[in-house]
Nanobody
Framework: QGRLVESGGGLVQAGGSLRLTCAASGRTDSGYAMGWFRQASGKEREFVAVINRGGTNTYYSDSVKGRFTISRDNAKNTVYLQMNSLKPEDTAVYYC???????????????WGEGTLVTVSS
């Protein structure tokens, strides 16, 4: 019954920044870990970042560590992904996800949004 809606994607040049937003509703959203995944054309969906229920612990893939920051506002049922120093290889559809922390870290959740496209030009 839950719903996840991503926004904030767009076209940006290499080195630029974007902030993605995921608005959650319909579930006990603040009781779940939240995360971001991405899927580039011709590739499988991959893990990007996860934040725990309380917002105190974050986890990142090696490819984005130091450039991306995940955060959440439980009062607003919203999670963010601040993306800095973007590279062409970051081009992908970005998906918001919700679930148990272990499931998100293992990429086994089945609760996804429909995605927002990020295109980085060189």
């Amino acid at each position: 019954q839950g719903r996840l809606v991503e926004s904030g994607g767009g076209l940006v040049q290499a080195g630029g920044s974007l902030r993605l937003t995921c608005a959650a509703s319909g579930r006990t959203d603040s009781g779940y870990a939240m995360g971001w995944f991405r899927q580039a054309s011709g590739k499988e969906r991959e893990f990007v970042a996860v934040i725990n229920r309380g917002g105190t612990n974050t986890y990142y893939s090696d490819s984005v560590k130091g450039r991306f920051t995940i955060s959440r506002d439980n009062a607003k049922n919203t999670v963010y992904l601040q993306m800095n120093s973007l590279k062409p290889e970051d081009t992908a559809v970005y998906y918001c996800a919700a679930g148990a922390l272990g499931a998100l870290l293992a990429s086994t959740t089945d609760n996804w949004g429909e995605g927002t496209l990020v295109t980085v030009s060189s």
